[in-house]
């Protein structure tokens, strides 16, 4: 796998792509078994080897062919343009494997993936199968959301009207639950997602930790134990860091514009 990684000169085409495809094959096929057998994404010369023969589709100048010289380059760039054959339905399925390790490869690198959702470690991943941090601009609110990685910019716009249709720009509550990095903004479900998980919002963490565990009930309990075997308390506190380390454990607690919003995990 230490082949020189500089496209040839020339246009771009799909059958260029096939060519080097062919050539590269086994060892990107070495790369991706080992990154397999290890349970982590593809190392960057597997990746450089992908973007390689994917940037043969568009050309030397394309952020693919790029990244193949370099190892280098921004994530939606390249982004935009391995999704163009990602959605190909003519694209083979060897290159829409090779994608998923390849744009699996840069969330890692670039930071702004959840994890792979719904796949175990070992099996291969998918882009619609890990969501991606993204900034989206509702309205006059900037949110940052998470999106599956399967997302191309006109797909991230798209979602941007749909939020503002939805009423987000004045949802405090919903923004909140948008930031949650297992919440997928995309999802057609959203609206009862957000339902079925809203509990409530507070003014503090402290007044989230005494309404979610009930602090009222527990100190009453208190008392009345040791009243009934012949003790007198006073003063009973609740620790509230202990308690609000307790309270995360159990729910999702998003500090959002001065308020604390309460979902369930």
């Not at 190892?71 to 829409?96: F, H, K, N, Q, V």
């Not at 900037?142 to 399967?150: C, G, I, N, R």
């Not at 003063?235 to 309270?247: A, K, T, W």
Request: aromatic share 8%; proline share 3%; net charge negative.
């Amino acid at each position: 796998m230490s082949e020189h990684l500089t496209p040839t000169s020339g246009e771009g085409s799909p059958e260029r792509m096939a060519q080097t495809a062919a050539k590269y094959e086994a060892w990107i096929a070495e790369g991706i078994t080992a990154a397999q057998e290890a349970g982590r994404e593809v190392d960057v010369l597997t990746a450089r080897l992908i973007a390689h023969a994917l940037g043969r589709a568009f050309g030397r100048t394309s952020a693919l062919a790029g990244f193949a010289r370099t190892g280098e380059g921004d994530y939606e760039a390249l982004r935009d343009e391995y999704l163009t054959l990602y959605t190909d339905e003519t694209a083979p399925e060897l290159i829409r494997q090779w994608i998923n390790w390849f744009g699996t490869h840069l969330v890692l690198r670039d930071r702004i993936g959840s994890g792979r959702q719904f796949t175990g470690e070992h099996l291969p991943p998918t882009l619609d199968r890990i969501l991606v941090e993204t900034t989206l601009q509702v309205g006059d609110e900037e949110l940052t959301l998470h999106v599956p990685a399967s997302c191309g910019r006109a797909a991230i716009d798209t979602l941007a009207i749909r939020l503002q249709e939805l009423g987000v720009e004045a949802d405090e509550a919903m923004q909140a639950f948008l930031s949650l990095p297992d919440v997928n903004a995309a999802a057609g479900n959203l609206t009862e997602s957000f339902t079925s998980n809203y509990i409530d919002t507070y003014e503090s963490l402290e007044d989230a930790t005494h309404h979610l565990m009930e602090i009222d009930e527990w100190e009453r309990d208190i008392t009345d134990y040791a009243r009934e075997r012949g003790f007198h308390v006073e003063g009973v506190s609740p620790d509230y860091e202990v308690l609000i380390e307790r309270v995360r454990d159990a729910y999702d607690l998003v500090e959002w514009k001065n308020k604390v919003h309460g979902f369930y995990k």
